[in-house]
Nanobody, 128 residues
Framework: QVQLVESGGGLVQSGGSLRLSCEFS????????IGWFRQAPGKKREGVSC????????SHADSVRGRFTISRDNVKNTVYLQMSNLKPEDSGVYYC?????????????????????WGRGTQVTVSS
C-alpha cells in the first residue's frame, strides 16, 4: 500500500524559510517520480516542484524557481522541499504525490490529475 506522509509545515514570516519532508512507503523508490503541489483556498491545485526517480531531474513552477529546491533520498525514502524567501502567496496546503507511470517531471507538475498517489498535506502559512 502506497503511503506518503508530509511534515514540516507551519507559520512563518515573509522572507523566512521552511523545509518540508515527505516520507514514502509501499513502492520502489527508483521507479517513481515524486512532486510537491499546493492548493490555496478557492484556487486549484498547482504543481510546485517535481523530481525524477533516479537522475535528479527537476521541474519548478515559475513562481518558485530560485527560491524552492526539491531533493530526494531514495535510501531514506524521503523527498524534501526547501523553501526560502517565502511570500504570503506561497501559503496553502502542500501535498506530496507520487506516480510510477509519468515519464517527465514537466508533465507531472503540469498535470496533477494524472497522479495516482497523494499524501494528506501539510499547511504552510506565510504572514506579511
Amino acid at each position: 500500500q502506497v503511503q506518503l506522509v508530509e511534515s514540516g509545515g507551519g507559520l512563518v514570516q515573509s522572507g523566512g524559510s521552511l523545509r518540508l519532508s515527505c516520507e514514502f512507503s509501499g513502492f520502489t523508490a527508483d521507479r517513481y517520480f515524486i512532486g510537491w503541489f499546493r492548493q490555496a483556498p478557492g484556487k486549484k491545485r498547482e504543481g510546485v516542484s517535481c523530481i525524477s526517480n533516479t537522475d535528479g531531474t527537476t521541474s519548478h513552477a515559475d513562481s518558485v524557481r530560485g527560491r524552492f529546491t526539491i531533493s530526494r533520498d531514495n535510501v531514506k525514502n524521503t523527498v524534501y522541499l526547501q523553501m526560502s524567501n517565502l511570500k504570503p502567496e506561497d501559503s496553502g496546503v502542500y501535498y506530496c504525490a507520487a506516480d510510477g507511470g509519468i515519464t517527465t517531471v514537466q508533465a507531472m507538475c503540469e498535470f496533477p490529475v494524472l497522479i495516482a498517489h497523494w499524501g494528506r498535506g501539510t499547511q504552510v502559512t506565510v504572514s506579511s
